[in-house]
């Protein structure tokens, strides 16, 4: 009876997470007339592949183990835990990597302007940000930016600002990652700033979801090759995908921008997130995965009962989140991030919702949870927080080094620099 309304529930929160990805991906289509929206459907395929693999991988490892005893209820059981395996590697919680229209692309990866508009102060704000400015003009000013003749020009000279003595608007054409603009230069400062905040909220999101969900998957491998029983609860996983597609759908994507975000280098085009970041993401899960393992495999090697070792993890996986949210929430240190935080509602409900479902696990038991006392509770906080701890290390190494040094120095707009 057990097994049969864990089924039940479990496909009508499915159900529910799908609804919400359906509603998501058709908002896409009708948005940006399919463009994107098929770029996530291949993404999804592959996804789906992979899941579909790990399902067959986790029958055949209980099968072998030989949890099969030739009747339907292990055979149930054993789909049911292959399924909740499966489930965390579907391709639901990701569903805005590509909600980035077409006509934003150029303001993402811009690194020149070509104009015809001098403004100094607007200069030195888009070199912060990483973007050459080229000014055709035969007016002239006072300034320290190089200024060239038609003839004298060439493309080398790209490497830093540039008056060209022209009026003729075409003069330079098809240039790599330029943005033309002969109008307003403070409106196009805002495109790019707006664009590269969206970017970077999709950065944000993707490493939500890998410091989520990869624990998860290393945490099932941990436990085969260690020889621990694993216990992952399809409706369990399901409630932690509907959480995941909340976070990423109404928080990460409305995110405010960093103060910093116009004082980066320009994106390269298909690497959102740098090579050095994903290794940190990734070393981070896995210290993220000895937290969860660590209190499972000590109260299973104690003969404690299953369901205290499953409801620890998942304590630990909820203020895991909790932190992950406030590390990601800005290269602002954690304190300053959770005081930041109380201004956007958003996070405060999501926060709050998680305190709340890490409380009622102690008494649904529905998820195979027990109430674990408080001290077990205090427990899981700190095994949440060590893993974020790499985040702050390495925020603080970037503020301390040249690079942090650079940026405090263009936050204190010295006179004297010039890009």
């Known amino acids: 009876m057990t097994n049969l309304l864990s089924i039940i529930i479990s496909l009508v929160v499915l159900l529910l997470i799908i609804f919400i990805k359906d509603i998501q991906s058709k908002k896409n289509y009708n948005r940006y007339h399919g ?138 054409t098809k240039l790599d990652n330029a943005i033309y603009e002969f109008k307003d230069l403070n409106n196009l400062y805002h495109k790019i700033e707006n664009s590269r905040g969206k970017i970077d ?78 290794l940190f993401i990734i070393f981070t899960a896995i210290c993220t995965t000895f937290c969860y393992s660590f209190p499972y495999q000590f109260i299973i090697y104690q003969q404690g009962t299953m369901a205290l070792a499953v409801t620890i993890a998942l304590s630990t996986l909820l203020f895991s989140n909790i932190f992950i949210i406030y590390c990601l929430y800005s290269e602002s240190a954690l304190l300053k991030n959770i005081i930041k935080a109380f201004k956007s509602i958003r996070v405060v409900i999501l926060v709050l919702s998680l305190i709340i479902i890490s409380v009622l696990i102690n008494f649904v038991h529905i998820l195979g949870t027990k109430n674990i006392g408080i001290h077990n509770y205090l427990v899981t906080i700190i095994f949440g927080f060590l893993p974020l701890l790499i985040i702050e290390v390495v925020k603080l190494a970037r503020y301390t080094t040249t690079k942090g040094v650079k940026k405090r120095e263009i936050k204190n707009n010295q006179k004297h620099w010039w890009g």
């Open 35 to 172: 463009i994107q929206y098929y770029k996530l459907k291949n993404y999804n395929r592959v996804l789906i592949v992979i899941s579909i693999l790990i399902f067959i991988f986790a029958t055949a490892v209980d099968i072998y183990q030989n949890k099969y005893d030739h009747n339907w209820l292990s055979f149930i059981t054993i789909v049911l835990n292959a399924l909740s395996i499966a489930t965390i590697t579907l391709p639901i919680s990701l569903s805005n990597i590509y909600n980035i229209k077409e006509s934003e692309h150029k303001y993402i990866y811009a690194k020149y302007i070509v104009t015809d508009i001098y403004n100094n102060k607007l200069i030195k704000e888009f070199n912060r940000a990483g973007i050459k400015v080229i000014v055709l003009t035969k007016k002239k000013f006072h300034t320290n930016i190089k200024r060239v003749e038609e003839d004298e020009f060439n493309r080398k000279m790209l490497t830093s600002n540039l008056i060209i003595n022209t009026n003729d608007k075409e003069f330079i």
């Open 201 to 278: 909220n999709i950065a944000r999101s993707i490493k939500y979801n890998i410091l989520t969900y990869l624990p998860l998957i290393l945490l099932y491998f941990v436990l085969i090759i260690t020889g621990y029983p694993v216990y992952y609860n399809i409706l369990l996983i399901l409630f932690i995908k509907l959480i995941t597609v909340i976070a990423t759908e109404f928080v990460y994507k409305k995110m405010p921008y960093d103060n910093d975000l116009m004082k980066r280098r320009v994106v390269i085009e298909g690497k959102m997130i740098s090579g050095q970041e994903i």
